[in-house]
Every structure is written in C-alpha cells, then in structure tokens.
C-alpha cells in the first residue's frame, strides 16, 4: 500500500473541459488529451476547490494523465513523487545560484580550480535545467509564449504492471528478464536489466512510464524518517535516501521540452563509460552517485562539466544531495569513489561519442582535480540492497553529437551550416521528418544514391511516400505527434541539386537531411521540435534541400540568408609550445585584418579574394585568416567582409574578437567561426593560410 498523500479523482462519468471563455483557451484546450474516459483524472485537479473548472488565468504546472496500466494505488504513489519532485526542484542552490565552490556540486559536476573548472557558458546551461526544472510544477501557463507551449501542459504517464497495457513492449522488462536492453540500448551493463521507470519525449505529449522498481522504493517522507533512524555513519551515505522522487527528478530531465533541450542546453542522456579497479575492468551507466561520482571525474581542460550536465542522474542526485543536507545539517558524501576515473571519454546512452573529437578516442582524462576520498571500492560503498538499472532509461533520441554550447574548445570543426529561414515555421515535427524508425526522405535518399549526377524532385508524404503535384495541400496543421500517420496534409518538397563541376560530396543524402533535422532548423517553435518551413545545406558535390507546405506553412518571402555558426576553439596544444597571447597586440593586429572591408567582398570559389594578415610579436604567432570556405554552398555567392549578414548582427572585428576572447580556455591560441560560408579565423600559428 502506497502513501495515501495524494487522493486521485477516480470515476467512471466523463470529465468536461472548462469553458472556453479567452482567446488563449482555445490553443490548450483544442489540443488536450482526451481524458474524459479515463477512470483517473489528472493531476494536479484541473478543478478549483470550489469545483468549478480552472481556467487558464490560474493554470499552473504541468498535468499528468492518461495512468495506462496503473492502478489507484499506484496513482497516488506518483502523484506524491510528483509533489516531492518539486521538494527538490525548489531548493534554493539548485534552482537558483548553485554555489560552484558547494561540495555537491564539485561532487557530481566538477572541480571549481584555477586551471580545472566549469566555464561559465556550461554553468549557465546548467543552472538553466534546474530553473527549467523547478518551474514545470509551478509554471503560470497563460504567461507561456510561442506556438505548441500548450505540449508543455501534459505529461503522460503510465505503468508496466497491472494488464500490461502501460508498457506493452515490456521494456521495464517486468514482464520477463531478456539478455538485451530494449532499443536503443544494447547489452546490460553494470547493473540489472530491468529499470525503474523510462522517458520519451518525442511522443505527441512527454511521456514516463513508471517500472515495478520505481514502486519498490520509498516516497521521499518515507525515506527521510527511515534515514534518520539510521546511525551517523550510514546517514552519511546518499544511497539510503534513494526515493521515489530521485527517480521522478531523474526522468523529468529527459524530456526535451521541459528542460529547454537542445536550444539553451545540450540534450541530456544517461552516459556511459569504464572504469578500473583493483585490476577489474567496470562498464557502467551514469547511474547512482557512485558512478556518477567517476563520470565527474572524467577531467580534460575545457571539459569539466561537459559529460556531467549530459547524464540526468548527475542532476537528479545533486538535488538530493542538497535536499539531504538540509535536513541532517551535514553534506553526505558517501558513496565516494575517490580518484578512480573513466578509462576515456564518456559516451551517450547508445554507446556514441558525446563530441566529435572523441570519435575512436581511447584517451584518458587528466588525472588532476580528482576526488580526495579513500577509495573504498563499489562492494564497500554501496548502502544494503540498492542497485542502479542496467539499461539506459531515455527512448526516441538519436546520437547526441553536436548539442548545443555557445563557446567550447569541444565543438566540432566548422562545416556548411544548415540554411533555413528560422521565422518561417511548418508544425512538422522534426522527429517525423527525421525519425530513428523511418523518415521522409529515405526513398527519396534511395533514388538519389542510383544516379547521383541528375536532379532530383520529389513530393513526398510524412510517411515517405511519393505524391502527386495534386496532392499539394494546404490544409489544417494537426497537433504535435511523432507518428507519421497524424500528418497526411503536409507536403514535403525534397530536391538534389548536383554541381556541375564534379567534386567529392562531404555527406550522404541520408546524413545531409538528418544534419539539417538535429539542427536549429529542426528545432523551432514552443517546443523547440518543429522543422523550418524550407532548408538546405551543401555537401560539396551539391545542395539538398526540402520545402513543407501545410495550411500554415508560409511560403519564403525572401532567398534564405546565411547565419552564425556555433564558435570552435582550437584545442589546447594544437599549435604546440607558444608564449602568452597578449589580449592588447590580438586587438591590435585584428583592426588590421579588418581595416578597409567596409567596401571589401569574399565570392564563392574566387581565391583572390581571401583575407590573410599574419605577424609574430615576441616569439608569438598573430594568424587572421578571413575566406570562403572550399566547398560551401549557400543562398548567396559573395558577402561583405565587414559586415556579412544581413541583420549586421556581427562584423569583422567582433568575429576575429571572438575567436580570441570566447576561446580563453584553451590559453587564447584562437579559433574559427563562420557567417555562412565566409570562416573568421584567428590562431596562433604561423601557417599562412588554413587548409
């Protein structure tokens, strides 16, 4: 039996939704899940205490519904974790100015060093997820801007026990205990097969079910008073605290959308890697605080924090960690793993490199800033009866390469950004357009491949399916869904353009589109999943492109127009020993790159055109190269060097500024950004010219 805390509505009449007395109403209510025969109501109530039915003036935080396979004792029991989720999000120091220096948060996401530590950028997203976090119970939904905020409203959640209808994939594995963890996952590793509960957040509403391990656990209140009657020493150890709403915080931090994924922080996964001790060789998730402990200290300069803020468990025991300390007055440090650190970098829950630079990469991290503890070894660490999930817990995401930072030496190098005009949005989701099953231009891809020389036009369907030019409607946008099924209206317009110079193509068509799906092209609109209405990119042999059409898809009043790519920063020692750059000369020397490109013009394949002012002072190398990049295709063939967009949102100057003072961690030796297909590149070395 469950606590009783929280009393579910359970009825069997129907449920009406409130009267639509605003404007607004009509986008949260025309789109809500259709919970009038579901024997248990959402909650929170969408009642007043009078009962009356709210409105959206008093609407806040997001609603579960929909308890698949749940029974009402196990209603109530996730309806307390929910309650107790926000506990933990509403702590001050979590939400809301984390203390870098706190042992927790050195603990489970970095040291906080003169030369080992955070960059603010990533300590900004960081923070951004907890204040993301704390605001899904307590959000005011009528303040919510944008298209599709009204997703933000619901959570689906349901239950593997019961008639098997909650999880009918049995990918709890309650059901049974097969050797392979459900796709995408593989082989179990450092842990059981069976989970605790499971996350997907590209369904038409997020979605969590709850495994029959989540209901094995406390409620957080029980824990707490179980806790507490321990003697100090164990009290010291996190894991005894474990709860119900640990497991609830961690599952939250999966979901795209409410954490603000990928548009202010990278997308969050449950990581994995290998460790070492005493001659035995672990592979684990980033499960539990012990092991999220060893992530931590995964330690590379211009790294710290980079694996950690990507593996939900860091978040979700951090939180408690906090929580715990506040109620025995004493930080519990325990697990603690000491010095003992992965083996090489940290990879997503698919077993992918978590950045471009680790592809292949054996390398171990610095063996510095580690955590100063005894190491114990996990059979000694670990509180009596509790285990981590062998399997990683998040479904319907891809590889998580290239998430989203402003300013890291991690980046990958510069290639032909995506174009596409990011004001003009189609309501088709990009996990429709690019889904891990199937994707609209698979066939499309297919045909190109037997002849790539000739163009290539085709109309296709959300399933992929060639259309006629009939069959160009514009009709009304349904709401967000994964399933291709729920769009027939939309048109997908895909196009292949060769060059007519032959030359070597850079990507595949299969991984040209997928490219423009994971990036700000496909993730657009209040729930930062929606496709621009057209795009393209160039692979160097020539240029995919698509353009969606719908009923409110508009048509591209104007030729797309180049944009910012993210900043690379060159690694540490990519240009070998060097003495300090001085701030004062790269200031200097950048005004007499830039001098005189007021009137000055870059064109596409024109080598005369290219910038390159370079110099030595005191033994230190000053590189400022500013060119058009070799293969690059784009709306337009030539741009303005001083000022190359349109919005004049950047100049000459400030780009090469940027190359310098945007990549301080790595000593300042440079960097490289491009506005279109024009690279601003400083560096310092002495070649003349990038290759």
């Not at 200290?297 to 694996?307: A, C, D, E, M, Q």
Request: glycine share 10%; charged share 20%.
């Amino acid at each position: 039996m469950y606590s009783p805390w929280v009393l579910l509505s359970v009825c069997s009449v129907s449920f009406y939704l409130p009267n639509i007395v605003v404007a607004e109403d009509r986008t949260i209510w025309d789109h809500a899940p259709d919970f009038s025969r579901d024997s248990i109501q959402p909650y929170p109530s969408l009642k007043n205490s009078d009962g009356s039915n709210i409105t959206i003036e008093n609407l806040r935080g997001a609603r579960l519904f929909g308890w698949k396979g749940c029974s009402t004792d196990e209603a109530n029991a996730i309806g307390v974790a929910y309650n107790d989720f926000y506990k933990l999000a509403n702590q001050y120091g979590v939400y809301d100015k984390i203390d870098w220096n706190d042992q927790a948060t050195i603990d489970f996401f970095g040291p906080n060093g003169q030369v080992y530590n955070i960059p603010e950028s990533r300590r900004e997203q960081i923070q951004q997820v907890f204040a993301a976090l704390q605001q899904v119970y307590t959000h005011w939904w009528n303040f919510a801007p944008g298209p599709f905020w009204w997703i933000a409203i619901w959570i689906e959640v349901r239950c593997s026990g019961g008639d098997g209808t909650g999880d009918p994939e049995n990918v709890c594995g309650d059901r049974d205990n097969p050797a392979e963890c459900p796709a995408p996952g593989g082989a179990p590793i450092g842990g059981k097969r069976r989970l605790e509960a499971y996350s997907d957040p590209t369904e038409r509403y997020s979605r969590i079910t709850f495994c029959t391990e989540f209901f094995n656990l406390l409620s957080m209140g029980e824990a707490i008073k179980a806790a507490k009657k321990l003697p100090t020493y164990q009290q010291n150890n996190l894991e005894v605290w474990n709860n119900r709403a640990r497991v609830f915080f961690h599952e939250v931090t999966h979901l795209d959308y409410f954490v603000n994924a990928p548009g202010k922080s990278p997308y969050i996964s449950d990581t994995q890697f290998r460790y070492k001790d005493k001659g035995e060789t672990f592979d684990v998730e980033g499960y539990g605080p012990y092991n999220a402990k060893i992530l931590r200290n995964y330690i590379k300069k211009g790294r710290v924090g980079y694996y950690t803020q990507r593996n939900a468990d860091s978040y979700a025991w951090f939180a408690l960690a906090k929580y715990v300390q506040g109620q025995i007055k004493k930080y519990p440090s325990g697990p603690n793993p000491g010095k003992i650190e992965p083996m090489r970098p940290p990879r997503d829950n698919l077993g992918q490199p978590l950045a471009a630079e680790d592809t292949g990469s054996e390398v171990p991290g610095e063996g510095t800033d580690l955590i100063e503890a005894e190491e114990l070894g996990p059979d000694s660490q670990h509180a009596p009866g509790f285990s981590v999930p062998g399997c990683g817990d998040k479904f319907g995401k891809g590889r998580l390469i290239g998430a989203s930072e402003e300013s890291t030496t991690e980046d990958q190098q510069p290639s032909p950004d995506p174009l596409c005009d990011l004001n003009a949005l189609s309501g088709f989701p990009f996990n429709v357009f690019s889904g891990p099953a199937r994707s609209v231009y698979d066939k499309f891809c297919a045909a190109v491949e037997n002849d790539q020389n000739q163009k290539l036009t085709w109309l296709v369907g959300a399933n992929g399916e060639q259309k006629s030019a009939a069959h160009r409607l514009r009709t009304r946008t349904p709401p967000v869904d994964s399933d291709p099924e729920g769009y027939p209206s939309y048109t997908i317009e895909l196009i292949w353009q060769p060059n007519t110079a032959p030359n070597e193509c850079n990507k595949i068509c299969k991984d040209a589109y997928a490219t423009i799906a994971t990036s700000p092209c496909g993730h657009q609109g209040g729930t930062q999943n929606g496709m621009t209405a057209t795009g393209s990119i160039g692979v160097g042999c020539g240029k995919y492109s698509y353009k969606i059409t719908g009923e409110r898809v508009p048509e591209p009043q104007e030729p797309l127009q180049p944009t910012l790519s993210k900043q690379y920063c060159y690694p540490a020692n990519a240009f070998g020993d060097h003495g300090d750059i001085d701030p004062d000369w790269q200031s200097e020397y950048m005004g007499y790159a830039c001098a005189g490109t007021a009137e000055t013009i870059i064109k596409k394949d024109d080598l005369n055109t290219r910038i390159n002012w370079h110099t030595e002072t005191n033994g230190v190398a000053y590189n400022y190269t500013i060119a058009w990049m070799p293969n690059c295709e784009s709306a337009v063939s030539e741009m303005n060097v001083w000022k190359p967009l349109v919005d004049n949102s950047a100049t000459c100057e400030s780009l090469l500024r940027d190359d310098f003072e945007k990549c301080a961690t790595n000593g300042g030796i440079g960097g490289r950004r491009s506005a279109g297909c024009v690279l601003y590149e400083f560096k310092a070395s002495n070649d003349a010219v990038p290759e």
